[in-house]
C-alpha cells in the first residue's frame, strides 16, 4: 500500500541534532525524480521535515478548494506529525505513524496522499487503482 509506504518512511532515519536544511525545497525539487528519491533517503531528518512539511503546505494551498474539512484537517495532523523528531524510527513514532496511515486510508485519496507527501515522487493516478485501493481498504472491510 502506498499510503504506507508514504508515511512509514518517515519513521526509519536516525537521530540528529536539529540544523538548517542541507538543500533548498525549490533547489531539491528542480532534481530529476531518480535524484530526488536517491538524496532524500541520505539527507538528516531536520531536511527530510522540511522537505515535506513544505511540498505538503504547498500542495494544500493547491488543493484546500476541493478538500473538506475533514481532509484539510488530516492534512494539517499529518504535516504536524513530520517533525525531524518523526523521522527517528522510535517505536513511538512508528506507532503514531500507523495510526495515522489508518486515518489516512479511506479519507484520501491514494494518489493525493503521494502528491502531498512525497516530494521525491513524481505523483500519478490511475481511476482503476483509486477505485481498488477504495473497494478494498473502506468498502470490502
Not at 52 to 81: C, G, V, Y
Not at 89 to 104: D, H, N, V, W, Y
Not at 108 to 121: H, L, N, Q
Request: hydrophobic share 45%; net charge negative.
Amino acid at each position: 500500500m502506498l499510503i504506507a509506504l508514504c508515511i512509514t518512511s518517515l519513521a526509519i532515519a536516525g537521530t540528529a541534532p536539529q540544523q538548517k536544511p542541507v538543500i533548498a525545497y525549490e533547489a531539491f525539487m528542480e532534481l530529476d525524480e531518480k535524484d530526488r528519491q536517491e538524496r532524500f533517503d541520505n539527507y538528516d531528518p531536520e531536511t527530510k521535515s522540511h522537505l515535506m512539511r513544505t511540498h505538503a503546505r504547498k500542495w494544500l494551498e493547491q488543493n484546500r478548494p476541493r478538500l473538506s474539512k475533514a481532509q484539510i484537517a488530516l492534512i494539517n495532523e499529518a504535516m504536524d506529525f513530520l517533525s525531524p523528531d518523526a523521522f527517528t524510527g522510535t517505536p513511538e513514532m512508528q506507532a503514531k505513524s500507523r495510526a495515522l496511515i489508518e486515518k489516512f486510508k479511506c479519507a484520501i485519496p491514494e494518489s493525493d496522499v503521494v502528491a502531498a507527501f512525497r516530494p521525491d515522487m513524481a505523483p500519478s493516478s490511475n481511476w482503476l487503482n483509486e477505485f481498488w485501493h477504495w473497494f478494498w481498504n473502506c468498502a470490502f472491510r
